[in-house]
């Protein structure tokens, strides 16, 4: 299934062997837990020590906005991690993360990941630059969202949400993983909205679409 919205993530793990990362996990005290679909991981208002890695699963982010409306900040998939923003800033969680079908998570506690072993291992290292790596492309991830919805109309809105998704996979057909109900979320818009404006795009001859997969004609 091809990301919304995103570009290539780097796996913290990234040029870490298998080796190294058993000797990591006993230094990081790392844990893991499974949940099933549905279960909460943790929710708003929660204290997060830990990065959590997605071993096998989907976990989605959400939150809502000032009228009570839900939205989703985010989806993380296999070999991706998430809370890394709380676990550093020891800020409660402002969002909730939801396993989305039966999710397995590593957790690794920040403060660990930070500290320097008494070996000084080199693979500990390489584990910190990945996570900066992480957040510091999050960071830039974060500010397409915000200028996605900075557009005034929710046309606007979407056309910049399928260009940005054709650029990503580089064909003229394409997906997008979200129900339309999600899709609406992510758009900060309601889905009947969503519909109509769907409806009158291709009608206009815009874009063309059957139910996931989308086309720009114009």
Request: aromatic share 8%; charged share 30%; with cysteine.
């Amino acid at each position: 299934m091809q990301r919304i919205l995103r570009d290539k993530i780097m796996d913290i793990f990234d040029r870490i062997t298998q080796q190294e990362k058993h000797q990591l996990f006993k230094c990081l005290q790392a844990g893991t837990k499974t949940f099933s679909k549905g279960e909460i991981i943790f929710d708003i208002g929660d204290k997060v020590t830990s990065v959590g890695y997605v071993e096998y699963g989907r976990v989605e982010l959400r939150k809502n906005d000032f009228e009570g409306n839900e939205i989703i900040v985010a989806r993380v998939t296999k070999n991706e991690t998430f809370a890394e923003t709380f676990a550093c800033t020891k800020v409660k969680s402002k969002v909730c993360a939801t396993a989305i079908e039966e999710t397995k998570v590593l957790f690794l506690n920040f403060n660990r990941i930070l500290s320097v072993c008494t070996n000084s291992c080199p693979f500990h290292r390489k584990l910190l630059e990945n996570l900066i790596n992480v957040i510091a492309t999050k960071n830039l991830l974060l500010q397409d969202r915000i200028e996605l919805l900075s557009k005034k109309t929710l046309r606007e809105r979407i056309f910049s949400l399928l260009l940005r998704q054709k650029q990503i996979c580089g064909t003229d057909i394409f997906e997008i993983p979200y129900s339309r109900e999600q899709m609406a979320q992510f758009l900060g818009a309601n889905r009947s909205a969503l519909s109509r404006e769907l409806t009158r795009l291709k009608n206009e001859n815009l874009i063309d679409f059957h139910q996931n997969l989308f086309r720009i004609v114009k």
